[in-house]
T-cell receptor, first 115, second 115 residues
Framework: AQSVAQPEDQVNVAEGNPLTVKCTYS??????LFWYVQYPNRGLQFLLK??????LVKGSYGFEAEFNKSQTSFHLKKPSALVSDSALYFCAVRDRNSGNTPLVFGKGTRLSVIA | KAGVTQTPRYLIKTRGQQVTLSCSPI?????VSWYQQTPGQGLQFLFE???????NKGNFPGRFSGRQFSNSRSEMNVSTLELGDSALYLC??????????????FGQGTRLTVV
């Protein structure tokens, strides 16, 4: 079975500082990994995904994520946080060998960037 | 290109009633998935439809049902509403290419409140 853990419910960071939102996953095979962001009263917006190749994936709005197979992690990062980055972030996984199974999401991490 | 459209955006229903939510996917997308989002449980998968056929189903009671039409539009229905059904219901569409690495695009959701 596939699963995702986002160990932090809330992350607080000062504007201009680097941010990290953590994600670990569990799949029986190799993963496809995704990050989404949700602003208040909105749906989820796709940020980036890891399929294969370079472990560092770059996405929208200056975000990037690093795939680490040995640690089964896919942490989201940004070098310099903006107040407008404050939102709810979701990590999701799908087993590469499972065919078209649904995305499994973590419970989300609320990021608060303080001016 | 228009995004995923969900109607209505907000809904208030009484316990015991039934409700139908609608989702129009991105043009050309043939896969539609539904998720329930609550503060305590995060995003939970309801079901997925592809070419009018239910392809995957989550762990929800039979009161939750759905269907997809030939134009890929989808509806979900919840019968005999309970207070615990209050949630944000999200629809996601994706361009299925036979692989599982495609990202899903979400609508803004329907906020259902059961009183």
């Amino acid at each position: 079975a596939q699963s995702v853990a986002q160990p932090e419910d809330q992350v607080n960071v000062a504007e201009g500082n680097p941010l990290t939102v953590k994600c670990t996953y569990s799949v029986s095979g190799n993963p496809y990994l995704f990050w989404y962001v949700q602003y208040p009263n909105r749906g989820l917006q796709f940020l980036l995904k890891y399929i294969t190749g370079d472990n560092l994936v770059k996405g929208s709005y200056g975000f990037e994520a690093e795939f680490n197979k040995s640690q089964t992690s896919f942490h989201l990062k940004k070098p310099s946080a903006l107040v407008s980055d404050s939102a709810l972030y979701f990590c999701a996984v799908r087993d590469r060998n499972s065919g078209n199974t649904p995305l499994v999401f973590g419970k989300g991490t609320r990021l608060s960037v303080i001016a | 290109k228009a995004g995923v459209t969900q109607t209505p955006r907000y809904l208030i229903k009484t316990r015991g009633q039934q409700v139908t939510l609608s989702c129009s996917p991105i043009s050309g997308h043939r896969s539609v998935s539904w998720y329930q989002q609550t503060p305590g449980q995060g995003l939970q998968f309801l079901f997925e439809y592809f070419s009018e056929t239910q392809r995957n189903k989550g762990n929800f009671p039979g009161r939750f049902s759905g269907r997809q039409f030939s134009n890929s539009r989808s509806e979900m229905n919840v019968s005999t509403l309970e207070l615990g059904d209050s949630a944000l219901y999200l629809c996601a569409s994706s361009l299925v290419t036979g692989t599982s690495n495609t990202e899903a695009f979400f609508g803004q959701g329907t906020r259902l409140t059961v009183v």
